[in-house]
């Protein structure tokens, strides 16, 4: 245990939870369970304007089911509480006013409109207006108006918010565990609102006070959060905080299927593709967009998927568990370029975390899906099914599109397939292999190799037609597992039914 490790998974309950931010939530996991430190969550809401009904209950859901439970956090509590800022609001101020007495932050009484003015006054003239060191001097705010003035706006109700002071022309430079050194200069930088009109404080002072009163040690985010940096570093410096900064980590953006900018909400629509974890009804509009809960995905896909947008082990190796995860992570090999992310790939991590189920998981997996489908059989019965049909499906929800001729015989015979294959004396070689068949006492998939192979071979038939046919007679058309298995599995009786059916249903229709 790492106590002195703690970091803080901090979204916005603005909306449903993006893959790229369940990605931020795994690798602060990640990187929390590696070094025995603890994993918080954080809801960050103090903007009461961008509130959505859900989208907590939401977040908090998704990264249950993924296994990323928080040490601390609004349903687990802890000694860093509350863990809602709306829940903490009457903590800010105090350190918006600290930052007024060192002269490090001002009252700005602009109105939105005069400000908005500004701004179309600006942008006639081709330029973006932008409250900074330039502009200040000339603006309504405490270093234009003498204290006097101030006290009696403050005083008489005007309403203000308080303004980050950046003193202009100076290096602003900071420490990325991802990206290295970075700098900017200060003079590149607007005054950011600290403490809005409504009483409550932005983003950025919410979040820093609170990864201090948090003691967060690690701050591990997405790329978006970093031209918040050099205000986040001045903040730590102007509360006298430097020494307790926690160390950055910006993490690389996921990119579109097609490598150009970032993965979106619409190219998950246009690809056919969720961007979610779980489905997500929207409040306001009813929309529902997909999730990947939903569409049939295993949690520990997904993990494994997001775990490589951005991270690489530095060996081949690709499937991973969640404890394999905490084992090998290290924050040291995420990459600075951004991830692409590929909806194939994410088909075929599936996929191969179904082969990796537990056996037991699997039989009731199949037994669920048989049921509902009308077909009770035995867990020896599944049991014989579960090697066959696994390596043929992506998800769970294809077990009976795979695997109905098991229980069922064909009605219908695929026309191509006859076309392609069914010749004049196709019936009597069908016949003859049945006979040889009916002689078979039990059959098991070697036998019934051993059967059909010979009798090709004695009778000098093509290998691939007979196939092609006798595949036709059992499933109805050219797809589904390997013959003996099925044949197998069917037994003697319901294989000579099945082909004596199929040959007078398909003569018949000649
Ligand atoms: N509330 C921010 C978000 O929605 C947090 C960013 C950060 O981690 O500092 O992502």
Redesign the pocket.
């Known amino acids: 245990m790492n106590q002195n490790l703690r970091v803080r998974f ?3 309950p603005t909306g449903p939870l993006h893959i790229g931010g369940l990605r931020t939530a795994l690798f602060n996991y990640l990187f929390a369970k590696k070094n025995g430190g603890t994993f918080i969550l954080r809801i ?1 809401d103090t903007d009461q304007t961008r509130f959505v009904t859900g989208a907590e209950d939401y977040i908090q859901e998704a990264l249950e089911w993924c296994g990323l439970i928080p040490d601390e956090g609004p349903r687990q509590g802890g000694g860093f509480g509350p863990y809602r800022q709306s829940e903490r609001k009457n903590k800010y101020k105090k350190y918006a006013l600290q930052l007024l007495g060192t002269g490090d932050a001002y009252y700005g009484f602009d109105t939105p409109e005069e400000l908005d003015a500004l701004r179309q006054e600006h942008e006639s003239r081709g330029e973006t207006f932008v409250y900074d060191a330039r502009v200040r001097e000339s603006l309504k705010n405490s270093l234009t108006m003498d204290k006097q003035e101030v006290d009696q706006l403050i005083s008489s109700g005007t309403p203000y918010v308080i303004r980050f002071r950046f003193e202009p022309g100076t290096e602003i430079h900071m420490d990325d565990m991802v990206r290295g050194e970075v700098i900017v200069n200060s003079s590149t930088l607007d005054d950011k609102i600290l403490f809005k009109s409504d009483g409550m404080p932005t ?1 950025h002072l919410a ?1 820093v006070v609170d990864d201090n009163l948090m003691a967060i040690s690690h ?1 591990i ?2 790329e978006e ?1 970093l031209p918040s940096l050099p205000l986040h570093v001045a903040l730590y410096r102007a509360f006298g905080w430097e020494h307790l900064m926690p160390r950055f980590a910006h993490l690389p953006l996921i990119l579109k299927p097609t490598g150009k900018g970032k993965l979106s909400k619409r190219d998950g629509e246009k690809g056919g593709f969720p961007v979610f974890p779980l489905e997500w009804h929207d409040p306001v509009s009813g929309a529902i967009s997909p999730g990947y809960r939903e569409e049939g995905y295993l949690p520990q896909a997904c993990i494994n998927l997001l775990a490589l947008l951005g991270w690489n082990p530095g060996t081949e190796q690709e499937i991973f568990s969640l404890d394999e995860l905490v084992d090998e992570f290290q924050l040291e090999k995420v990459g600075k370029s951004g991830s692409r992310f590929d909806p194939e790939k994410s088909l075929w991590f599936n996929h191969q975390h179904i082969q990796l189920m537990e056996e037991s998981e699997l039989i009731k997996a199949f037994q669920s899906v048989l049921l509902s489908s009308g077909v009770e059989t035995t867990k020896g019965r599944i049991a014989v099914l579960v090697p066959i049909i696994k390596p043929r499906i992506n998800f769970i929800h294809e077990i009976w599109d795979e695997s109905w001729f098991f229980f069922h015989a064909p009605d219908a015979y695929d026309p191509e397939v006859i076309k392609k294959w069914w010749k004049e004396d196709t019936p009597q070689k069908m016949e003859l292999l049945s006979a040889a068949l009916e002689k078979c006492e039990t059959l098991t998939p070697e036998s019934v190799e051993t059967l059909v192979k010979g009798t090709i071979t004695e009778n000098e038939w093509g290998m691939g037609a007979i196939m092609n046919v006798w595949r036709l007679l059992l499933v109805g058309a050219a797809k589904g597992p390997g013959l003996f298995d099925l044949a197998a599995f069917l037994g003697r009786e319901e294989v000579i039914d099945r082909m004596a059916k199929g040959i007078k249903q398909i003569e018949d229709n000649r």
Request: charged fraction near 20%; glycine fraction near 10%.
């Open positions: 901090a979204p916005s960050e983003y979040n701050v985010r997405g959060w």
